[in-house]
Structures are given as structure tokens and as C-alpha cells.
């Protein structure tokens, strides 16, 4: 698939050799997505994913797959023992451009792009979940927004 790497961020660290098995999916919280991929890319903003999918289904990736990408903060796994530390290290993190108040809809140009995405991963890697980050980060988070359409991803 075709993918935009003309940008990008300073704002990731090293695996340490761990496995990727994670995709966590994020809403931006705005629909512009060109702000987004430059926000993400500044090293003030502290933040960042490895991907970006704007509404128009162009793929940005800000950060190697190989890097940790600074987005899902403090998170862990649903079925996790303890229930602290961050899942950053084992996955990959994709932001959809999409202001998340649950009526703004995840176009199809989209969607069709994550859908391509998810499956060229889970080829890549041993990939066992395809999470939301409200999932990982119960209470604090709560993208993607309820009206994003699992049955692409899942
Ligand atoms: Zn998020």
C-alpha cells in the first residue's frame, strides 16, 4: 500500500527487542489531520504514533515500526495481571483523523486504508490484539469513538 513518510517525528524510543503483538487504535480528537501529522511531529508536543490515516485515506507514518511511538501514555492489556505500565513497547499505534464526538463519521477512504494497514501488519507480525486505547487506558481515554466501525479491523 502506498504510504506518505515524508514525515517525521522525533518522538519515540527503542523496543529493547520486544515483540510487536499490539495494534492500538486512537481518534485525534480534530478533523485536521495535516496539524495533526505536524503536532506529532514537533518534540515539544511529546506525543506521537506510527501511523496517521487522514480522512481522505492518505497514510502518513511518523515513526519506524521498529521504534516505540509515544501514544497510548499510561495502558496496559485488558486481560493484564497488573494492571500499571504501558503498551507502547509492544505495539503499534494508528491514529484516525477524526474530531471523536461519536457523530463525525470515519470516512470510507478511511477506513478502507486502516483496513489495509491492519492486515499488512498482522503479516508482518505475530499481531494477537487489535485494541481501541480506551480499551488499554480504561477512564483516562476514550477513543476511538463509539461510533468507529470494528468490523474493519476485527
Ligand atoms: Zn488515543
Not at 65 to 81: F, I, M, Q, V, Y
Not at 97 to 116: A, C, H
Not at 122 to 144: F, M, N, T
Request: glycine share 8%.
Amino acid at each position: 500500500m502506498q504510504i506518505n513518510s515524508s514525515h517525521k517525528s522525533p518522538n519515540f524510543s527503542g523496543r529493547n527487542n520486544t515483540v510487536i503483538d499490539t495494534i492500538i487504535i486512537h481518534h485525534t480528537g480534530g478533523n485536521d489531520g495535516a496539524k495533526t501529522v505536524k503536532w506529532f511531529c514537533m518534540k515539544d508536543s511529546s506525543v506521537s504514533a506510527h501511523y496517521v490515516i487522514d480522512r481522505d485515506g492518505t497514510v502518513y507514518q511518523l515513526v519506524p515500526d521498529n521504534k516505540s511511538a509515544w501514544h497510548a501514555g499510561k495502558s496496559w492489556l485488558p486481560d493484564a495481571e497488573i494492571k500499571s505500565g504501558s503498551v507502547n513497547n509492544r505495539s503499534i499505534g494508528i491514529e484516525l483523523v477524526n474530531k471523536g464526538d461519536g457523530q463525525t463519521i470515519f470516512p470510507p477512504e478511511q477506513m478502507e486504508s486502516l483496513r489495509e494497514l491492519v492486515i499488512e501488519l498482522k503479516s508482518k507480525y505475530p499481531i494477537a490484539y487489535v485494541l481501541g486505547h480506551k480499551e488499554v487506558a480504561p477512564g483516562r481515554k476514550d477513543d476511538p469513538a463509539d461510533n468507529f466501525d470494528w468490523s474493519f479491523v476485527r
